[in-house]
């Protein structure tokens, strides 16, 4: 069975400093991995998505994630932090192409300082 | 892109009572969607596989006499919660697959479920 693990459920960086969110994964098969972002009171919207093309993946909004085989990993990064990005950052894996419902991360909250 | 909408977008309900909750994707079709439970501060848990036409697969743990999923249409899923009780109070999301369109799932804006 696949599971998700984020490290580190509160990230805080200063306004322009580089975002960095943690993802690790665990798959008896190559995995499709995803990043979602949620704002309070809403729904997921997809950040990004990897799906054994270019393990660099680049997202909306200036994100963009490394699929890591070796290191099981799938880590979120932007180069500077905007107010904006604010909100909880949700890590998920299908072992079935997308075919199946994802198994999701327990969720980071990015806050970002001014 | 492809949006997905969820009716109502919170309800509050007296315990022992019903409520149908209704993900309706709006610009594609969906075969199948799923359905997940968020409660405060945790991570999203798939509770079924919605499938248009046949009955929904429920995760370990999900009874499936409470959650009754109908899936209708090829746009249309509704989750049920029947005699409801107050620890039934969570925050429910759907998502939808397009139908030929790969493997991305597109997520509903969430329906937050009270239960007094």
């Known amino acids: 069975a696949q599971s998700v693990t984020q490290l580190g459920s509160h990230v805080s960086v200063s306004e322009g400093a580089l975002v960095l969110l943690r993802c690790n994964y665990s798959?008896?098969?190559?995995?499709?991995l995803f990043w979602y972002v949620q704002y309070p009171n809403q729904g997921l919207q997809l950040l990004l998505k990897?799906?054994?093309?270019?393990?660099l993946v680049k997202g909306i909004n200036g994100f963009e994630a490394e699929f890591k085989k070796s290191e099981t990993s799938f880590h979120l990064t932007k180069p500077s932090a905007h107010m904006s990005d604010a909100a909880e950052y949700f890590c998920a894996v299908s072992e079935q192409r997308g075919a199946d419902g994802l198994t999701f991360g327990k969720g980071t909250h990015l806050i970002i300082q001014p | 892109g492809a949006v997905v909408s969820q009716h109502p977008s919170r309800v509050i309900c007296k315990s022992g009572t019903s409520v149908k909750i209704e993900c309706r994707s709006l610009d594609f079709q969906a075969t199948t969607m799923f359905w997940y439970r968020q409660f405060p501060k945790k991570s999203l848990m798939l509770m079924a596989t919605?499938?248009?036409?046949?009955?929904?697969?429920?995760e370990q743990g999900v009874e499936k006499d409470k959650f009754l999923i109908n899936h209708a249409s090829l746009t249309l899923s509704t989750l049920t919660v029947t005699s409801a009780h107050p620890e039934d109070s969570s925050f429910y999301i759907c998502?939808?697959?397009?139908?030929?369109?790969?493997?991305?799932?597109?997520f509903g804006p969430g329906t937050r479920l009270t239960v007094l």
């Open positions: 990897y799906t054994s093309a270019a393990t």
């Open positions: 998502s939808a697959r397009e139908d030929g369109g790969g493997f991305t799932q597109y």
């Open positions: 798959s008896s098969v190559p995995p499709y």
């Open positions: 919605s499938n248009e036409g046949s009955k929904a697969t429920y």
